[in-house]
Structure formats: structure tokens, C-alpha cells
């Protein structure tokens, strides 16, 4: 499976982004996306998911900002931002996940989100 995430930018705070994963490869065997991030210092932090039944997930951290959605015809899934504040300043990156018991199997090259005050 091959990940493209995209739409990251420069945005002030309180404004919006939406990011896009567009995958291939292998499709039939993802059985959830997620989007994560990785400011500078910090680990890699778990930001939202969907599977294949369509139920959603989402960090407390961006509940309620965020959101993700999916397009099965376009073989895609978003993560629209809103309310961005400067520290969710970091690379955002998709990952799919082949069994909803272990970690990502594969995962997209990133994009930066930086948020300015």
C-alpha cells in the first residue's frame, strides 16, 4: 500500500486546513485510516482513524476540531482542521492499518502544518 498526504501549509490561528491521503496498492487489505502527527521533539501523536465500517475515532486533544472522513471512490481520506492553535504545529502523516490489532503497516510520507499566532 502506498500512502500521498497532502494540503499542508501555513495557516494563523483559528484558521482551517484539510488534509488529504490519497492510497494505493493493495487497497483491499486496509482496514483503517489514520492520521497522526509529530511536532518537533515530541513522539508521534495518534490524531484520528476510521474503519472500514465507517466509525470514527479521534484524540481528546483534537475532538471536536477536527475531523476525518473518507471517500472510497477516490480512494482518499481528509482530516478537516479547524480552530487551529499554534501547537498543533507539526507533520501530519496518514497510516493504514492491515489488522485493527497492531500498529500502522504503512505510512505516508507527511506534510507540515505550521499554525502562527
Known amino acids: 500500500v502506498q500512502l500521498q498526504a497532502s494540503g499542508g501549509g501555513l495557516v494563523q490561528s483559528g484558521g482551517s486546513l484539510s488534509l488529504s491521503c490519497t492510497y494505493s496498492g493493495s487497497i483491499f487489505s486496509i482496514n483503517a485510516v489514520e492520521w497522526y502527527r509529530q511536532a518537533p521533539g515530541k513522539q508521534r501523536e495518534f490524531l484520528a482513524g476510521?474503519?472500514?465500517?465507517?466509525?470514527?475515532n479521534y484524540a481528546d486533544s483534537v475532538k471536536g476540531r477536527f475531523t476525518i472522513s473518507r471517500d472510497n471512490a477516490k480512494n482518499s481520506v481528509y482530516l478537516q482542521m479547524n480552530s487551529l492553535k499554534p501547537e498543533d504545529t507539526a507533520v501530519y502523516y496518514c497510516?493504514?492499518?492491515?489488522?485493527?490489532?497492531?500498529?500502522?503497516?504503512?505510512w505516508g510520507q507527511g506534510t507540515q502544518v505550521t499554525v502562527s499566532s
Open positions: 497510516a493504514v492499518r492491515v489488522r485493527l490489532w497492531r500498529p500502522p503497516d504503512y
Open positions: 476510521i474503519i472500514n465500517g465507517g466509525q470514527t
